[in-house]
């Protein structure tokens, strides 16, 4: 791949690496929360787990189709999958914002926001052949699970912060696993694993909406 358009998807990784500047405030105390979802109450839990299932999977996909687009040259399109990655990456902080309050919505938007900047790391490193780039970002994307999961576990002590911090191990070797299969050129491989790496978010959506019912009963059971 030729330097400009490596370029530019560097220039992306640095805006979103950019977005993780910014002030970062603390998870909100245990049992603190603000409005809930806006849902009846006689499906509360089911609309937040079909509501995190929703976001989270089509987090997978946007990454996917900005990843493919990157890795085949196509500029244009990179750049609107990038966007639009990044308004599904609002729209879930916002779901936590909706739960635990605007604190917690403004810390996770730039902690989110990170691992997309590593996964751009990798896409790079995997467009340019530059192998310690991507053991750089494979690293990087281990140490984020730690924080990811630490965030979590600090706003639901009923998510412990080892079983999240690996249940979004896996979501980053699933991706990986689309990106490796998108540079090889190999389409049939590259949506299977896309189709594994949205399945799997599952495992990440349902245990998260299931903690904050549990956490929030009087909120979320009918």
């Not at 299932?53 to 890795?71: C, D, I, P, Q």
């Not at 879930?92 to 989110?112: N, R």
């Not at 340019?128 to 730690?146: E, H, M, P, R």
Request: aromatic fraction near 6%; proline fraction near 4%.
């Amino acid at each position: 791949m030729n330097k400009q358009i490596l370029a530019w998807i560097g220039s992306i990784s640095m805006v979103m690496l950019a977005g993780c500047t910014q002030s970062m405030a603390q998870a909100p105390a245990h049992g603190t929360m603000a409005s809930p979802m806006a849902m009846t109450s006689s499906t509360k839990a089911a609309q937040l787990r079909a509501g995190l299932n929703n976001l989270f999977s089509e987090h997978v996909y946007l990454a996917g189709a900005a990843t493919n687009a990157a890795l085949g040259g196509r500029e244009a399109e990179f750049k609107a999958a990038a966007g639009a990655l990044d308004a599904n990456s609002v729209a879930i902080s916002k779901a936590i914002g909706s739960v635990y309050g605007e604190g917690a919505e403004k810390a996770f938007l730039p902690l989110w926001r990170r691992h997309i900047g590593f996964v751009v790391d990798y896409t790079v490193g995997v467009a340019g052949n530059d192998k310690g780039k991507q053991d750089t970002a494979i690293d990087d994307l281990v140490s984020y699970t730690q924080d990811f999961g630490a965030f979590l576990s600090s706003a639901n002590p009923n998510l412990p912060k080892s079983v999240v911090a690996d249940l979004v191990k896996h979501h980053v070797v699933t991706l990986k696993d689309v990106i490796d299969a998108q540079a090889a050129k190999d389409p049939a491989r590259a949506y299977t694993a896309l189709r594994t790496a949205a399945g799997h978010m599952q495992m990440i959506a349902d245990p998260l909406a299931e903690a904050i019912v549990k956490q929030f009963p009087d909120r979320f059971n009918g």
